[in-house]
């Protein structure tokens, strides 16, 4: 792992999940960790209840724009997240892969969002306490 941690999280649409996360991971964490995140199959924009969820915790996604990861972006990784991106997600030696299961918010309201917000906040935590951890 590098001086500053960098972290990709990788979900189908890169819509929702991996948006919160990055979301989440940018304001927990600030200039401590370089964050990324894409999908397989981007959609054409970020969820609206993903960015209402985000919104109401005082975290603006709205200017997020869904995009494909590419392999560059697994290779400067050092902990590459999944969430339901299946086998389209390159493995390279000397990563950390995690894969976090979660809600697709896809088609949801906003009340059924914000339970996977605060779980994606829950995981997040942790990630960031384990790279300190690791850092130290």
């Known amino acids: 792992m590098t001086d500053r941690p960098s972290v990709l999280f ?16 940018r ?19 970020v969820n609206p209840a993903a960015v209402l969820a985000m919104r109401e915790v005082g975290i603006d996604i709205s200017d997020a724009q869904p995009r494909l990861f590419t392999v560059d972006d697994v290779k400067i990784a050092d902990v590459v997240i999944t969430m339901g991106c299946g086998d389209a997600c390159p493995i390279f030696p000397g990563k950390r892969y995690e ?24 995981r997040v935590e942790a990630l960031i306490d384990d790279l300190a951890d690791r850092r130290s």
């Open 10 to 25: 990788v979900c189908v649409h890169n819509a929702g999940r991996s948006q919160m996360a990055a979301g989440w991971l």
């Open 27 to 45: 304001h927990l964490a600030g200039d401590f960790v370089d964050v990324y995140s894409g999908g397989s199959a981007p959609g054409n924009a």
């Open 99 to 122: 894969d976090w299961k979660l809600d697709d918010p896809a088609g949801l309201g906003v009340e059924s969002v914000r339970p996977i917000r605060d779980e994606i906040r829950r």
